[in-house]
Structure formats: C-alpha cells, structure tokens
C-alpha cells in the first residue's frame, strides 16, 4: 500500500498561484497513476486531474484545464500540481490518490489517498 503525503496549500488571493506535492512511501511507485481530487464544503469529491506513470498521458477536468497542470517526478517519487490564475471556487480540500495501471477519473477507482491540503482562495 501506499502512503501519500500532500503539501503546498494555503491561502492566496484571487489570480495567484500555488504549487501542491504529493509525496509517495511505502512501496513502489512503479505502474501507479497518481491523481489530484478537491473538495469543497458540502460538495462531492471532484476529479481534478490524472497523470499516468510515464507522464504519456496527463488529464485535466474542464474546470481546471488550461490553469493547472499536472506532473510526476518517479525519481522522488513526488507528484505536483501547478495552480495558476486561481479564484475563489477553487477553494477546497485537496487531495492525491494512486491506483495500479491507468488513469481514472472517479474516486471510487483509486485504492490510495492522502489526508488533503486545504487551498483558500480569497477574492
């Protein structure tokens, strides 16, 4: 099984920037793809984008897509994720998540999570 350990939230103004990582121990990383999910007060945990093990495939949800964007360094064993032009409803707790084999899109699909990071956004 493997532990993930997430960082980088905070709190940042409306049009800024934050860098998440997610840390992986515990066993190999090898053939895992790795995911970013959110969650915000009363809402549903929400698939915020997937990267698979080689970084051949990287997929972002629409209400990220051309403002975040995934990666993975296997050497670290550490997955990123870059967060610019944020706003406030991007406000959440935010979460890493790993599965064998390809990526997926649905939580229920991931066997791994992280405790979360919070990111507040202020406007």
């Known amino acids: 099984q493997v532990q993930l350990v997430e960082s980088g939230g905070g709190l940042v103004q409306a049009g800024g920037s934050l860098r998440l990582s997610c840390a992986a121990s515990?066993?190999?990383?090898?053939?895992?793809?790795m995911a970013w999910f959110r969650q915000a007060p009363g809402k549903e945990r929400e698939f915020v984008a997937a990267?698979?093990?080689?970084?051949?495939?990287?997929y972002h949800g629409d209400p990220v897509r051309g403002r975040f964007t995934i990666s993975r360094d296997n050497a670290k064993d550490t997955m990123y994720l870059q967060m610019n032009s944020l706003n406030p409803e991007d406000t959440a707790v935010y979460f890493c998540?790993?599965?064998?084999?390809?990526?997926?899109?649905?939580?229920?699909?991931?066997?791994?999570w992280g405790q979360g990071t919070q990111v507040t956004v202020s406007s």
């Open positions: 998540a790993a599965r064998p084999g390809s990526i997926a899109t649905t939580a229920n699909d991931y066997d791994d």
């Open positions: 515990g066993h190999s990383f090898f053939n895992y793809a």
């Open positions: 990267v698979d093990w080689i970084s051949r495939y990287a």
